[in-house]
Structures are given as structure tokens and as C-alpha cells.
């Protein structure tokens, strides 16, 4: 056996530069280890879906009417019937003038067939979105790992692009811990500083899950009393800069993420919400769309639902509120009716600015208007991959996949590029009759792809369809059923386009809309406080569907409890009582 060699003195020479470059890999695998050890999410919230103490029942049944069926609205619904429990004297009705469930969650039919369902709104949650997941699980619906079709054979590749290169890129055939000491090599510690701070600034957050912070009465006192006004009133840059985050890896990386979530550059959106764009490990959907979970929720909490349902006025008369609604009926012979019913409370479940709802008398401090982004969606078929061309790149490189956006360095912030992403979702089927419906013969004859590329692109502007083909590489197809047939592609086979008024601008601020709103008396004072709730305050501070729901879960907490403490004088909620008599 060879003898070991003697350790260095400190005579010893300088490290040689092979022997440099091992200690700079084993500092990038140390950090690496760290990077592992201190996962990308929290530390998981006590979630209340525990069932209430034993209380004394009010006797008097509480009339809940609830304007809107999206994340909130369901929430709210669900809730309310989980918390009055055992009580049973509680009725709840769900107004939607849509005519589906879940607000901004909604599927589109690939091809107009429904077995190709694919989000048009909001995509995916997080592990660490308990009421989303737990709805998820309690339904048993099918969770996948990413929104959209089904995945594709290729490589999943992420580039970031700043409209003239490529400035990260990324594979998942790579190694992880390749692809960190990538990500380590060029930007330092600027990741593993983004990391902390984000499990820090979200940890904090995740308290307003759990007493004694929830239930929450005004989003601004417990922001600060959690200690996150210092995120929600700086840029997501100043908020990076003030954590030791370097320009490069937040222009670069966090700024992809701030755009592709919100539209929006880190000169321009809180730090509170740039950090939840860093907190998005772990993306999942519900096969057949998010939805669902919010269709389950009402359906779980009894309540009754009106669909195609628009709410126009409501009345305070005598401590009750009276709601005037009008539906449209669908069908060959559309009929619209009205109706007018009393309720207790009111939750306005949705922005209030968008409603067109006249209340009389008039709120007395009615939610400020916020501005929306106006969000185009463009979905698209294609035989087609994106072009290597297009993106300033040679033919033979692997194109990206999923394709993000910054700015470039040199110009402005507020300079907007074509598209803020361009994702491809996987492949789609083609409908054999979906090209030549009018006669079999000619499907036979002139054959068709049997699947095609899905892709979906978020831009501030609507896209050209000669701009949408300007991105595609004819050269490169989807396997055709029959080399032998003649094909007659399309570039682009099936689009469908929505606007949408997704989120609001998220710019720095300290306060948010109240939780509770007033009507002012008939002489136009203040009446003191009413029970009309609203959630959608929670968007400026946090906006997605989990916050949504976490605001349909408060109020129904604040609503129940009060209830209680009206008619037993327990605020608590706990007695002797067996419930109902």
C-alpha cells in the first residue's frame, strides 16, 4: 500500500490553477448543498379546516347573499358552512353573471373539443397554497405538474430573453446541481440571498393563515404588524437592493419572473409580490382545469347558485340588504327575469369597480379604483416548433420551450417588448374531422398531423397572426400520420384570444380597501359599520388565488364570529350548548 503523502507545510507553493479550479467546484458544490438544504418554500402554515368548539347556536337564521363565484366568492361560501358548524341556521346564495364557475380560472377547448381543456386565466398553485391544496386533495381531483395540454417528448428547456439574446438558459436534462452552479457562477450569491429573503418576506405572510393574526381585520395592520410594510411600500428593486441582491441576477431572473406573473418590470411592482413570484417551486393545475376546486367548494357548502346572474342594486332598508338581480337564460329562446331578495350580509366577492353595482344609500368610503392590467392571452395550434431564426440564434441550437422576458439593459424599464412569455404546453390531437368536417373522403385523401404543438403567449398588445407566424420554424414539423400523404399544414391551425383584466398594477403603497364597508343613512352620515364585506382588497397587496381564497376564508371567519357573539354573546364561539334545538 502506497504511503500517504505528507501534508503541505507552510512553506508549500501556491494552489496551481488545476488546483484552484477544484476548490472553486467544491465552493460550488458547498453553496449548491446550501441551496438544497434550505428549500425554496416556507415552512408549511396551521391551515384552520379544523371543525369549530362546540358552541351555542344563534336563533335567528343568517341570510348570506355572495356576488361572485371565483376563488374568493367559493371560499367564502365554503367557510362560512365550515365554520357555523354545528350550527344550522345559515343560508348562503352565490350571485355569478357568468355562466361558470371560477372567476379568472377558466379552461378553453382545444379545438373546440372538450376532452383538450387548457387554462386561459390562472394556471397553477403552489405547494405551500394550503386552501388550494387542500381543497385539491379533500375533492380527489387529478393534480398535475404544469398547467396546459399534455407534456411534450422534448427536452423542457427555459430561456430568458431580453429582445436581443438570450441572457439565461436552462434544461432539465442538465444536472440539478449543474444547472445551480451555473446559476451560482454567474450571479454569486445573489440566489441564495434572493432565497432567504423570499423564505423570510413569505414566512411572514403565511402567519395571516393562523391566530393570532387570522382573523384579520385590516390588511394594513397586519401587515404591519408582521413586519411587511417594508416589502409593500419599495419597488421589488430598491427591496432587492436593500437585501444585498445584485442588479444583474434581478433584472435577469427575478424581473422573467415579475413579468411573466404580472406583467410588470421591478421598477414597478412591491416587494411583497416579487418575492411570491420567486415562491413558485412546485407548480400544479388540476387536470380539466383549476375550476373545479371552486365549483366543488359551492357545492360542498349547500349554497344556492345563480349563474348568469348580474347583481344591479342594493338596497339597505331597516338593518337588511335587498338585492336586485337580473338573469339571462341561455338556450334557443333566451329570457331575462329579475328578482329581489333580503339578505344579512353581503360579500362582494369580486372588484368592485367592475361591477356596476348602485348601492342606496351610497357606500360611504367606497374601495378606490385600482388600475388592471390588460392581459392579451393568445393560445395557438401549430405543426410548427418556434425559430431559432427569430430569437438571433443558429439553426442548430435547441430552441427553448418556455421563453421568458427581461428588459435590455441599456433601455428604459417602461419600454415593453412584443410579448412578455411564450410557453409551448405540450401537443394536442388533432380531431380527425377537425380540418375537413364536410366530407370523410377528403380527410382520407388530404391527411392531417396527428398532433400539434400548443403554445400560449402573454403580451401587453394584441398580436398580428403575420407576427404569431414570424416566430415558427416551417422547417421543423410534429410526425405526420402518413409520410406518404400530402399535407396541406397550416402555420397556425386553431388560435383563440382573450383579454383579460388580470391583476392590478402592484406599485409600492401602505394601504389597502377595507375589509368592511358603509352605507351612509338617508341624512348621508356614516351608519357605523354594515354587514357588507368585501375580499378584493387583498390584490393589491398579494394577487393570486390562494390570497383569494385566504380572504374568502377570513371574512366568512369575521362573519361567523360575530354572528355568534350577536346572538350568544360569546365571541369566541364557544358554549355549553348541543347546537340547534
Keep these: 500500500m502506497a504511503p500517504l503523502p505528507n501534508p503541505p507545510t507552510a512553506q508549500a507553493q501556491e494552489p496551481s490553477p488545476t488546483r484552484r479550479r477544484r476548490l472553486l467546484i467544491g465552493a460550488l458544490g458547498f453553496l449548491a448543498l446550501v ?31 355572495i356576488i361572485g363565484a371565483g376563488s374568493a366568492g367559493a371560499s367564502a361560501a365554503y367557510y362560512l358552512d365550515l365554520f357555523r358548524q354545528p350550527c344550522h341556521r345559515l343560508n348562503i346564495t352565490v350571485y355569478e353573471r357568468n355562466h361558470y364557475v371560477g372567476g379568472r380560472s377558466t379552461t378553453v377547448n382545444v379545438y373546440d373539443d372538450p376532452t383538450h381543456p387548457v387554462e386561459l386565466g390562472a394556471s397553477i398553485f403552489v405547494p405551500i397554497n394550503h386552501n388550494l391544496v387542500n381543497a385539491a386533495n379533500r375533492y380527489e381531483l387529478p ?19 431580453d429582445g436581443r439574446e438570450f441572457v439565461f438558459t436552462q434544461s432539465d436534462a442538465d444536472n440539478q446541481y449543474w444547472n445551480i452552479a451555473k446559476l451560482l457562477w454567474k450571479y454569486g450569491i445573489s440566489p441564495i440571498r434572493t432565497q ?8 411572514s405572510f403565511l402567519k395571516m393563515y393562523d391566530a393570532p393574526s387570522f382573523p384579520f381585520k385590516s390588511i394594513a395592520d397586519t401587515a404591519v404588524e408582521l413586519g411587511l410594510l417594508d416589502s ?40 411583497l409580490e416579487t418575492m411570491v413570484c420567486m415562491a413558485a417551486e412546485g407548480g400544479m393545475s388540476i387536470e380539466g382545469g383549476n375550476w373545479q376546486i371552486f365549483d366543488n367548494m359551492i ?74 392590467v390588460s392581459l392579451h392571452v393568445t393560445l395557438f395550434t401549430s405543426p410548427y416548433r418556434l425559430s431559432a431564426a427569430a430569437f438571433n440564434l443558429d439553426s442548430d441550437v435547441n430552441m427553448p ?20 412569455s411564450i410557453s409551448r404546453l405540450g401537443k394536442a390531437e388533432v380531431p380527425e374531422d377537425y380540418f375537413y368536417p364536410r366530407n370523410p373522403e377528403d380527410y382520407a385523401r388530404c391527411g392531417t398531423r396527428a398532433s400539434q404543438y400548443l403554445y400560449k403567449i402573454f403580451s401587453p398588445e394584441p398580436l398580428t397572426q403575420p407576427y404569431i407566424e414570424s416566430l415558427l420554424d416551417f422547417n421543423h414539423t410534429t410526425p405526420a400520420k402518413d409520410d406518404d400523404m400530402q399535407l396541406q399544414d397550416k ?28 352605507m351612509a343613512d338617508k341624512e348621508g352620515d356614516d351608519a357605523g359599520a354594515d354587514g357588507i364585506w368585501y375580499t378584493s382588497g387583498i390584490e393589491s397587496f398579494i394577487s393570486t388565488m390562494e390570497t383569494s381564497s385566504l380572504m374568502g376564508m377570513n371574512v366568512a371567519k369575521l362573519v361567523v364570529d360575530e354572528w355568534m357573539k350577536d346572538d350568544t354573546g360569546d365571541g369566541d364561539g364557544d358554549g355549553d350548548g348541543d347546537g340547534d334545538a
Design 35 to 65: 441551496w438544497f438544504l434550505y428549500p425554496a418554500n416556507p415552512t408549511e402554515p396551521k391551515v384552520l379546516h379544523r371543525a369549530p368548539h362546540r358552541r351555542l347556536c344563534p336563533q335567528e337564521t343568517l341570510n348570506v347573499a
Design 143 to 161: 393534480i398535475k405538474s404544469r398547467g396546459g395540454a399534455s407534456k411534450s417528448e422534448d427536452t423542457e428547456i427555459l430561456g430568458i430573453w
Design 196 to 203: 432567504n429573503l423570499m423564505k423570510k418576506t413569505v414566512g
Design 232 to 271: 409593500t411600500t419599495a419597488t421589488g428593486q430598491r427591496f432587492l437592493k436593500a437585501n444585498g441582491v445584485s442588479g444583474k441576477f434581478g433584472h435577469d431572473i427575478v424581473q422573467a419572473a415579475t413579468r411573466v406573473n404580472y406583467a410588470q418590470n421591478l421598477d414597478q411592482i412591491h416587494g
Design 299 to 372: 357545492k360542498d357548502s349547500g349554497a344556492t347558485l345563480l349563474l348568469n346572474t348580474t347583481v344591479s342594486t342594493i338596497t339597505k332598508d331597516s338593518g337588511k340588504y335587498a338585492i336586485r338581480a337580473t338573469t339571462a337564460s341561455l338556450g334557443p329562446a333566451p329570457d331575462i327575469s329579475s328578482t329581489e331578495s333580503p339578505y344579512d350580509i353581503v360579500v362582494l366577492a369580486s372588484p368592485l369597480q367592475f361591477s356596476n353595482i348602485t348601492f342606496a344609500p351610497p357606500l360611504s368610503s367606497p374601495p378606490p379604483f385600482i388600475p388592471y
Design 401 to 420: 420551450t418556455t421563453i421568458l422576458t427581461t428588459t435590455p439593459p441599456d433601455v428604459a424599464h417602461s419600454e415593453t417588448l412584443p410579448f412578455n
Design 491 to 518: 402555420p397556425i391551425s386553431w388560435i383563440h384570444e382573450k383579454i383579460w383584466d388580470a391583476y392590478p398594477y402592484l406599485p409600492p403603497k401602505s394601504r389597502f380597501a377595507d375589509i368592511r364597508l358603509s
